[in-house]
């Protein structure tokens, strides 16, 4: 079976830093591009990274370029998601998906994905 197991959220202050992981499971995962999503409270789930498969590209939205570095450890099956001065805005349950390609469209980070973590829960505080 795919599994995506997301871990590492909490309570921050604003200027702060945490560090989120996905462990997946049941893939190739050279064959798959990975996204990092977030949802918060009353709002749509938002694109936050893509990289593409094979450790191709990484897109970041705009509201965290430059503040949030995606990654991976292909050895250990595990993405990583560095993010640095954290805003209270970036509150949200933060999801780590898994398809095939990057789903873009329009600049947008589209949540078209197969296979989905169940989230793990940034807070921020001002």
């Known amino acids: 079976d795919v599994q995506l197991q997301a871990s590492g959220g909490g309570l921050v202050q604003a200027g702060g830093s945490l560090r989120l992981s996905c462990t997946v499971s049941?893939?190739?995962?050279?064959?798959?591009?990975f996204g990092w999503f977030r949802q918060a409270p009353g709002k749509e789930r938002e694109g936050v990274s893509c990289t593409g498969s094979g450790g191709g590209r990484t897109v970041y939205a705009d509201s965290v370029k430059g503040r949030f570095t995606a990654s991976s450890d292909n050895a250990k099956n595990t993405l990583y998601l560095q993010m640095d001065s954290l805003k209270p805005e970036d509150t949200a349950v933060y999801y780590c998906?898994?398809?095939?390609?990057?789903?873009?469209?329009?600049?947008?980070?589209?949540?078209?994905?197969?296979?989905w973590g169940q989230g793990t829960l940034v807070t921020v505080s001002s």
């Open positions: 049941g893939f190739t995962f050279d064959d798959y591009a």
């Open positions: 998906a898994a398809d095939r390609i990057c789903m873009v469209v329009g600049g947008t980070l589209r949540p078209e994905y197969d296979y």
